[in-house]
């Protein structure tokens, strides 16, 4: 059983926001190799692939952007430690959601560092409150979190919308759904739908 040690803690969230960050580079140039391979399908008129391929690529930006969010929340951790290093049973309002976000999380990806983290963040609290984290009883862990985590097989309107940017981004023609609609489809939420259209910006960013 892992102990609560506030130096060894501090430690690994050093390590744990290192390894996110280098994790999400590493995403981020495979993410750009695929779109290439999408546009590159489309131009040899294997749409089928091309729209499977989206599929994943989709799903990997809603990773990378639970990883994103983790860093984040490690970074807050490590910049208010001070308040870890109170003797209470509870942690402070400042550091509740970060902490939360963590316990919930982070054995939901591949970062070891994240994994070790979790157990150690554990154990600084009572166990009550770990098992309502883990568990998110009453709503507890942030709704960005949970939803990230709950993110589905996107909509065929969604690849479509998706992969027409990303022909658009490398000069490709493509008829189907070049762009993004002004209006969700009526199986995406209005906030898959702003994040998809997030992800647009970013990559013409990305393609320039």
């Known amino acids: 059983m892992v102990r609560w040690h506030a130096t060894r803690t501090k430690i690994q969230l050093k390590l744990a926001i290192q390894r996110s960050r280098m994790l999400q580079e590493k995403k981020a140039a495979l993410a750009k190799k695929s779109r290439l391979e999408i546009a ?20 990997d930006d809603v990773h990378l952007e639970l990883l994103e969010l ?3 929340y490690c970074e807050t951790l490590y910049a208010r430690f001070g ?11 400042a550091i509740r959601e970060p902490m939360i976000a963590i316990i919930h999380a982070a054995h939901r990806t ?6 070790i983290l979790q157990d150690m963040l554990s154990a600084r609290y009572s166990t009550e409150f770990s098992e309502a984290a883990l568990n998110n009883t ?17 909509p065929p309107e969604m690849v479509d919308a998706y992969l027409g940017e990303i022909c658009k981004a490398y000069q490709v023609p493509f008829d189907q759904a070049s762009a993004p609609p002004d209006t969700p489809p009526t199986d ?5 739908w702003r994040k998809l259209v997030q992800r647009f910006d970013a990559l013409r960013r990305n393609n320039e």
């Open 40 to 59: 590159e399908l489309v131009e040899r008129n294997k749409l089928e692939s091309a729209r499977v391929k989206t599929e994943s690529l989709i799903m």
């Open 188 to 192: 995406a939420s209005d906030h898959d």
């Open 110 to 115: 591949e970062v070891k560092e994240l994994h």
């Open 138 to 154: 009453e709503n507890c862990v942030p709704e960005r979190i949970t939803r990230k985590l709950a993110f589905h097989m996107p």
């Open 70 to 72: 983790l860093e984040l």
């Open 83 to 93: 308040l870890l290093e109170i003797r209470n049973n509870e942690p402070e309002d």
